[in-house]
């Protein structure tokens, strides 16, 4: 029996100081020794264990994974070109994962229906050996539309278009303004975020 699930939401996660890559669709997968594992603890202390025969379909990925000693087939059905690429990443990824001196960005991309949720960026320097942040992006989608979150004067801004400029996210706001953020990532995890940014929906 196939255990049938229709994708929600789905997030691109990275952590500098664990080096490590997850993906969501609905499921947790994250990177590990040149492949993805699945998550069997998504709210607590990692369980991560093998998936097995991935195999992609039209708007589909199916795999095997042992449960408590027995093999459970799952398929994940998606419906947009996000959707898609995780899937196709969760399969096909198995890279390095080169982490650098200049890895200093922790990101969050969520998002729902091919659509982003909310992002957050935290760039942190280690300094006197503790991690101090120095800058950070926080947009999040409301029902009157994407906003940009900015501290100190605390502003929300109405935001007409998000996208990259090679290593840069660049918020256009309905004012016609532009605010810059630049991505201090490895080049892996920003190969995976320029994937994302050409085939998302704002």
């Avoid at 998936?51 to 398929?75: H, P, T, W």
Wanted: glycine residues 2%; charged residues 25%.
């Amino acid at each position: 029996m196939i255990k049938k699930i229709r994708v929600k939401e789905s997030a691109f996660k990275y952590d500098p100081a664990l080096n490590q890559i997850s993906l969501f669709t609905d499921l947790r997968f994250v990177y590990q020794s040149s492949s993805f594992k699945l998550d069997l603890n998504q709210q607590g202390e990692e369980d991560l264990i093998p998936i097995k025969n991935a195999q992609r379909e039209k708007n589909k990925l199916v795999f095997s994974a042992e449960y408590k000693g027995e093999e459970i087939d799952i398929e994940l059905i998606g419906s947009t070109a996000l959707e898609n690429l995780f899937f196709d990443i969760i399969t096909d990824f198995h890279q390095p994962i080169r982490q650098s001196s200049s890895d200093l960005d922790t990101i969050e991309l969520i998002f729902k229906n091919g659509i982003i949720k909310a992002f957050y960026i935290y760039k942190n320097i280690l300094q006197k050996n503790k991690y101090q942040l120095i800058d950070s992006l926080r947009l999040v989608n409301e029902p009157d539309g994407l906003f940009l979150i900015k501290q100190k004067p605390f502003r929300k801004i109405r935001l007409a278009k998000v996208h990259l400029e090679i290593q840069t996210i660049v918020c256009e706001s309905t004012e016609f303004d532009r605010y810059h953020f630049t991505l201090d990532v490895n080049e892996t995890v920003l190969e995976i975020i320029s994937n994302i940014f050409s085939v998302i929906s704002v």
